[in-house]
Nanobody, 125 residues
Framework: QVQLVESGGGVVQTGGSLRLSCAAS?????????MGWFRQAPGKEREFVAE???????YYADSVKGRFTISRDNAKNTVYLQMNSLKPEDTAVYYC??????????????????WGQGTQVTVSS
């Protein structure tokens, strides 16, 4: 089973930037898996933020489009989330996730895949 470890969270003022990292270990063919970022704010359900696939195609939630950028470095088995122009409503625990199967991307594939422990992002107004 792959291990995912997020880092880079913290406290930032409105309009600031943060870069989250997600390091994967214990997985061969990392480049062939879809990777995603999700977040959960207090009292809310977990929501999709961004995804990057094996072919480097990317997808974003409307709420972060134009402000967040997801990327991957397959040589380092790492996925990144660059977050710019942060808003208080971006405050949440951010989770990295891996699809459960190679060349598969779907909600169920992520739900049954591997998840990190989460990293807190707090945006102060």
């Amino acid at each position: 089973q792959v291990q995912l470890v997020e880092s880079g969270g913290g406290v930032v003022q409105t309009g600031g930037s943060l870069r989250l990292s997600c390091a994967a270990s214990g997985r061969t063919f990392f480049s062939q898996y879809a990777m995603g970022w999700f977040r959960q704010a207090p009292g809310k359900e977990r929501e999709f933020v961004a995804e990057i696939r094996w072919n480097f195609s990317t997808y974003y939630a409307d709420s972060v489009k134009g402000r967040f950028t997801i990327s991957r470095d397959n040589a380092k088995n790492t996925v990144y989330l660059q977050m710019n122009s942060l808003k208080p409503e971006d405050t949440a625990v951010y989770y990295c996730a891996s699809s459960s199967s190679r060349f598969i991307s779907s909600s169920s594939a992520f739900q049954s895949g591997s998840w990190g422990q989460g990293t807190q992002v707090t945006v102060s107004s």
